[in-house]
């Protein structure tokens, strides 16, 4: 793995959700066994503020439907010759199906757009990660036991990130219109990476984790801190992307 994409991942780190609490728990913890007692509780009381506030589903829910909400659902009108369906993580543990080694929403949106294109053709990209096989390679095998041609399917295992992905895909098809899919959440940042390359995406989102807020007296839940964790990473990518202009 190259230095700086394995710097970029452990930065990202801590300053997701996570990494913000387990590290600021770390400061209180550092003052607490130096008998800095004060300090020590100032940092351990906002470890616990920070870990309750992530985990609280309005809040939780606040974050990730303000990105959700940008675009609105694919219709299945559009007659385009290219599907880019982003890489994400998967696994290549056998005694699992392959609808559960891959983030199969992503593939499946995809195959439907495909299925109801006529003479279409997807794209998946996305490397191989910590296995020995990409991640675009893996997808692409969902969509053949789905019933894709495998003649209709372009893969490139290279990209490890979506900024590769997108360079790929100018390569392929200059300003051509196409459909992408990704989840819902990174939808927003990459729209604008795809675009500032002088791409014409058509979005067509997909794995929605928004939900429906019932009342604010609600328990704090790891499903909705690892919703706040989705929706700051992508946060924190828009605001890399900006500060890199």
Avoid: C
């Amino acid at each position: 793995m190259e230095l700086g994409f394995f710097l970029k991942k452990f930065i990202t780190f801590f300053v997701e959700p996570f990494g913000m609490v387990l590290i600021v728990f770390a400061f209180g913890f550092y003052f607490l066994f130096n008998a800095k007692y004060r300090v020590a509780k100032a940092f351990l009381g906002f470890a616990l503020g920070l870990l309750l506030l992530f985990s609280y589903h309005p809040f939780s829910n606040f974050l990730v439907k303000n990105l959700e909400n940008q675009y609105s659902k694919y219709e299945y009108k559009e007659n385009i010759k290219y599907i880019h369906v982003l890489g994400s993580g998967h696994n290549t543990d056998e005694s699992q199906p392959l609808s559960s080694q891959v983030a199969s929403k992503r593939v499946l949106e995809g195959v439907i757009i495909h299925l109801q294109t006529p003479n279409s053709k997807l794209i998946f990209t996305g490397y191989e990660g910590n296995t020995n096989i990409s991640n675009a390679q893996m997808n692409a095998s969902l969509a053949i036991a789905l019933g894709v041609k495998a003649e209709n399917i372009i893969i490139n295992g290279e990209p490890k990130d979506t900024k590769e992905e997108a360079i790929f895909t100018q390569s392929l098809i200059g300003d051509e219109a196409f459909v992408l899919v990704t989840s819902a959440s990174h939808m927003p940042r990459s729209m604008k990476l795809f675009q500032s390359l002088s791409l014409n995406p058509i979005p067509a989102p997909t794995d929605f984790h928004k939900s429906k807020v019932n009342g604010y007296l609600t328990a704090p839940g790891i499903g909705y801190m690892r919703n706040s964790n989705i929706a700051m990473h992508e946060y924190f990518g828009i605001l890399w992307s900006m500060l890199k202009k």
